[in-house]
């Protein structure tokens, strides 16, 4: 690029960077695609001039951009075009939310997030209900957990669904799910664009610079992820975030680990995913090794079998791809669990390690478990606004679970242990918020299972990098590290510790450890700038802009 149009250096001063490289950083200067230098005011004022362009923070927070560790992106773009159900406290509401709907004329009503467990009915409703809420409409309406929805019988009559496993008056779970989920996904590659590219866009304001996509084909079709992979990243003409894609085939052999590798432009950051070992806790379909607790009978299900899950993993090891699986049950974790042991035993247990396996979600693990996913050098991808929504006292785990649910989604004791973990939210069944993944984390259900805002914060940063064999570069700002960051406006910065038997904050910046929002104050932290590499992806109105 000829010196006349290459950008100016940016000099970003008077507010704080969070930098291991200066826990008491206030500026930062970008050259291009990378992190020149970070230091005081002080020194700052001797780099300024005609050729660095200035930026006043004003008070504002620089830290490394965040890394969402598992999503769906084309079913963001959906969810944020659709009905949102996650504000329903009853069955009536979401009765009343699907007749406006139709009262304004659609003839297809799309819904995400509801969730029976908060309602006093404690029921779904049925298809009957659902007709005449919708008044002919169809009605297909996810629940939280994405893994089972509620369906009208007008959709249903045409599917023929009453004749498909996991059929129940409305309910769809397992095969009646994924054909109406199917039904209602056929979508023109140009819609996948619009879906895929308002996703990122959002991300991008939320302060994310990339976003790892959990892409399989009982999910969506090739092209899905073939299309969000033409339009990603900061260099295509309009900047969006990175996506690092994952794709959760079953393999058998070292070949079609081979072929599906060198699919999709050779991007896939591994054959890994949402690959289901078993199903959700709220669908009843996470698979356990004692009977849910509102539900006797039913101990859910295991998708995959115990030879289907050590060929997967025998075939990547041996080709040294990361694999992994879907997995929140005890009794799912168990079946992954010996399938690398039988892994372990024909190539040995360091060649296991190596290629670093991952599992998503993990959410009932024991310390034995625990301590096995240590020996097989196993990564967690957890969310922990799961907790946060559903670990409250009488919530949907404690009804699911009873006294099980003390023992969910368990970071402090994974990270404890030694288990490298990265935080996500699993958009759309959380919302692309990274600062409430780390205030779950600050209050988890269970205190000894707390973590400090700083190893939620990394979690969600270098690890979300390093989980996908990225550099060890990315993640955090330092002099020679990839400019790919965001600007924060905030209430108050301190130190945040997980232990509430003491005091848990400072800011007296003489702790020496890089500061980072409150998050219990009155206003959450605002995303004003989202820059990778470099380009900025997003900036909200009225700050610098050029």
């Known amino acids: 690029?000829?010196?006349?149009?290459?950008?100016?250096?940016?000099?970003?001063?008077?507010?704080?960077?969070?930098?291991?490289?200066?826990?008491?950083?206030?500026?930062?200067?970008?050259?291009?695609?990378?992190?020149?230098?970070?230091?005081?005011?002080?020194?700052?004022?001797?780099?300024?001039?005609?050729?660095?362009?200035?930026?006043?923070?004003?008070?504002?927070?620089?830290?490394?951009?965040?890394?969402?560790?598992?999503?769906?992106?084309?079913?963001?773009?959906?969810?944020?075009?659709?009905?949102?159900?996650?504000?329903?406290?009853?069955?009536?509401?979401?009765?009343?939310?699907?007749?406006?709907?139709?009262?304004?004329?659609?003839?297809?009503?799309?819904?995400?997030?509801?969730?029976?467990?908060?309602?006093?009915?404690?029921?779904?409703?049925?298809?009957?209900?659902?007709?005449?809420?919708?008044?002919?409409?169809?009605?297909?309406?996810?629940?939280?957990?994405?893994?089972?929805?509620?369906?009208?019988?007008?959709?249903?009559?045409?599917?023929?669904?009453?004749?498909?496993?996991?059929?129940?008056?409305?309910?769809?779970?397992?095969?009646?799910?994924?054909?109406?989920?199917?039904?209602?996904r056929s979508l023109t590659v140009d819609q996948r664009r619009s879906y895929q590219q308002a996703a990122l866009l959002h991300a991008a304001s939320r302060g994310y610079v990339a976003l790892t996509e959990m892409a399989a084909p009982h999910i969506a079709p090739r092209e899905d992820l073939e299309t969000l992979l033409s339009i990603d990243g900061p260099n295509h003409e309009l900047p969006l975030p990175e996506v690092i894609p994952y794709w959760a085939e079953l393999t058998t052999s070292r070949a079609g680990v081979r072929e599906l590798m060198q699919g999709f432009g050779g991007r896939l950051a591994g054959l890994a995913g949402d690959l289901n070992a078993d199903g959700s806790i709220g669908s009843r379909t996470a698979a356990l090794r004692e009977p849910y607790s509102d539900d006797p009978g039913s101990q859910g299900t295991l998708y995959l079998s115990d030879d289907e899950v050590a060929a997967h993993l025998l075939a990547t090891t041996e080709e040294g791809v990361q694999a992994g699986f879907h997995v929140i049950g005890d009794a799912g974790l168990d079946l992954v669990l010996r399938g690398l042991e039988r892994t372990a035993q024909q190539l040995g247990v360091e060649e296991v390690r190596r290629a670093r396996h991952r599992l998503e979600h993990v959410e009932l693990a024991d310390d034995a478990a625990i301590a096995s996913l240590v020996h097989f050098g196993v990564a967690v991808s957890g969310q922990p606004v799961f907790d946060a929504l559903w670990g409250v006292d009488g919530g949907l785990y404690h009804q699911r679970l009873g006294e099980r649910s003390g023992g969910m989604n368990r970071f402090a004791s994974f990270l404890s242990a030694g288990v490298l973990v990265a935080l996500g939210s699993d958009s759309p069944v959380t919302p692309l918020d990274p600062w409430a993944s780390v205030r779950a984390c600050l209050r988890h259900s269970t205190a000894s299972e707390n973590i400090s805002a700083r190893a939620a914060f990394i979690a969600h940063t270098r690890a979300s990098w390093r989980l996908s064999g990225r550099s060890p570069m990315m993640g955090q700002l330092a002099p020679g590290t990839p400019a790919s960051f965001a600007v924060w406006k905030v209430d108050e910065l301190m130190v945040q510790t997980p232990d509430n038997r003491v005091q848990s904050w400072s800011t007296d910046p003489r702790a020496g450890t890089p500061l980072l929002p409150a998050l219990d104050t009155e206003n959450a932290p605002l995303c004003l700038e989202t820059v990778h590499d470099g380009k900025r992806l997003y900036a909200a109105d009225g700050f610098q802009n050029e």
């Open 1 to 184: 690029m000829p010196m006349s149009q290459r950008p100016l250096p940016v000099l970003y001063r008077n507010g704080s960077v969070y930098s291991p490289a200066d826990p008491f950083a206030t500026a930062m200067l970008v050259d291009g695609g990378t992190v020149a230098w970070v230091g005081t005011e002080h020194a700052a004022a001797n780099l300024t001039g005609p050729d660095v362009r200035t930026v006043d923070l004003d008070g504002a927070l620089i830290t490394p951009g965040f890394v969402d560790a598992h999503t769906h992106t084309t079913e963001t773009g959906i969810a944020l075009g659709s009905l949102d159900l996650t504000s329903c406290r009853s069955l009536q509401e979401l009765l009343r939310a699907v007749s406006t709907a139709s009262a304004a004329g659609a003839s297809t009503i799309l819904g995400f997030g509801w969730d029976e467990s908060q309602w006093p009915e404690k029921r779904v409703p049925t298809a009957a209900e659902l007709d005449r809420a919708g008044d002919g409409a169809l009605v297909y309406l996810v629940r939280a957990d994405i893994h089972s929805a509620v369906v009208s019988g007008t959709l249903a009559a045409g599917l023929g669904l009453s004749a498909v496993d996991g059929w129940s008056d409305g309910f769809v779970v397992r095969a009646a799910h994924e054909a109406a989920r199917q039904a209602t």
